[in-house]
Nanobody
Framework: VQLQASGGGLVQAGGSLRLSCEPSGRTASNYNMAWFRQAPGKEREVVATLTWFNDETYYASSVKDRFTISRDNAKNTVFLQMNSLKPEDTAVYYC???????????????WGNGTLVTVSS
């Protein structure tokens, strides 16, 4: 399974970006999906998760009310809409897929490539 993530870039503080993740060979709606991020010198952390059976979402407290995870079943793509970006959101963002609920790295079955998000102050 390959998870192709895209949409990263350089944005000013207060701006927005939308990340996309498309799993090849899998139907995203049949799996729990998540976005993680890893800032320089820090551990990879979960940012947002989306369950397959009822679209229940979870957000890290640092991004709650600013980020939104969603899925477009027709496009077999999962998105992370990031608004009101802050310099501390700067990180490499990874999408992830699993059959189990994703709470931590060890729950992940497949990782996508990373996409770099840089927020300037």
């Amino acid at each position: 399974v390959q998870l192709q993530a895209s949409g990263g870039g350089l944005v000013q503080a207060g701006g927005s970006l939308r990340l996309s993740c498309e799993p090849s060979g899998r139907t995203a709606s049949n799996y729990n999906m998540a976005w993680f991020r890893q800032a320089p010198g820090k551990e990879r952390e979960v940012v947002a998760t989306l369950t397959w059976f009822n679209d229940e979402t979870y957000y890290a407290s640092s991004v709650k009310d600013r980020f939104t995870i969603s899925r477009d079943n027709a496009k077999n793509t999962v998105f992370l809409q990031m608004n009101s970006l802050k310099p501390e959101d700067t990180a490499v963002y990874y999408c992830a897929l699993s059959r189990s609920i994703i709470l931590r790295q060890s729950d992940v079955m497949n990782w996508g490539n990373g996409t770099l998000v840089t927020v300037s102050s």
